[in-house]
């Protein structure tokens, strides 16, 4: 099975190809540029250095969130149009799941905490034990995050993880030990974990997680 994947949840992102399970090629997108600018540019880049055509696609995997609102529209966008053209399924993957799976490796044992920079003084935040969720993600300050962790061991990643160092330090002693990792080829990987066990979409059913309501939700609210 070949698996095209797209992160688009922080400044950067990244695409990747997974081919049976192994990352073919995975490469991170030029941050100076938005997505609407690099977008499907990048994708069809990853084709082109794995010399896979883009009919050799089984199935499309996106990253649904958290992130930039604009982000996750472009990405999410773009792959849906490119499975609908393509007639091929489209999965929808958590960023903090992903975050969760690269950290893994590197727990020991211990908690995961996922944090994406939600800028506005919070971030975007799970929490993970033993390969599972076990506090859904929300959106707060990380004084507010950290308050409910307490002292149990804790390994943090994901780019507000990398923004918030000097706090998690003062409150835990922990820092984040690979706090920007690239996504998409995890991403692909839990895609094919979904299409393996039935769980596939069209490409239309997919939807961003946000996690924050928007600012036009908010506007709208207090016109109201």
């Given at each position: 099975?070949?698996?095209l ?6 400044p950067?992102?990244s695409c990747?190809?997974v081919?049976?399970?192994v990352v073919?090629k995975e490469?991170g997108?030029d941050e100076?540029?938005p997505?609407a ?6 994708l069809m880049?990853?084709l082109?250095r794995?010399g896979?055509s883009?009919g050799?696609v089984d ?6 969130g958290?992130?930039?609102f ?14 609908f053209?393509a007639?091929?399924?489209?999965i929808g993957v ?12 590197e727990?020991?044992?211990h ?9 506005r003084g919070?971030?975007?935040?799970a ?5 599972r969720?076990?506090e859904?993600?929300v959106v707060?300050?990380p004084?507010?995050v950290l308050?409910?962790?307490g ?6 990643t994901?780019?507000?993880?990398k923004?918030?160092?000097q706090?998690?330090?003062?409150a835990m002693?922990?820092?984040?030990t ?11 990987v839990?895609g ?5 066990r039935g ?5 239309h059913?997919i939807?961003?997680l946000y996690v924050r309501r928007?600012?036009?939700e908010?506007?709208r609210d207090?016109?109201?």
């Open positions: 099975m070949v698996i994947a797209l992160d688009t949840t922080t950067a992102g990747a190809l081919a049976d399970g073919v490469e997108s100076s540029q997505p600018t690099r977008l499907p540019l990048d880049n990853v082109d794995a896979v883009l050799q199935v499309f995997a996106v990253a649904t958290p992130g930039s604009t982000g996750l529209r472009i990405g999410i966008a773009t792959m849906q149009g490119l499975a053209a007639g091929k399924p489209l958590s960023a903090l799941d992903a975050l969760a799976q690269v950290a893994q490796s727990s020991t044992g908690r995961i905490a996922t944090w994406v920079d939600a800028w919070e971030v975007y935040a929490l993970y034990e033993g390969g969720e076990i859904s993600p707060a300050r004084e507010d308050a409910r962790l002292g149990t061991p804790t390994l943090f994901g780019d507000g993880a923004s918030y160092q706090k998690i330090v003062g002693g922990r820092i984040a690979n706090p920007t990792p690239l996504l998409a080829g995890t991403i692909a839990i094919a974990r979904a299409v393996a769980d596939s979409h069209a490409p059913a939807r961003p928007t600012d036009a908010l506007a207090s016109r109201a």
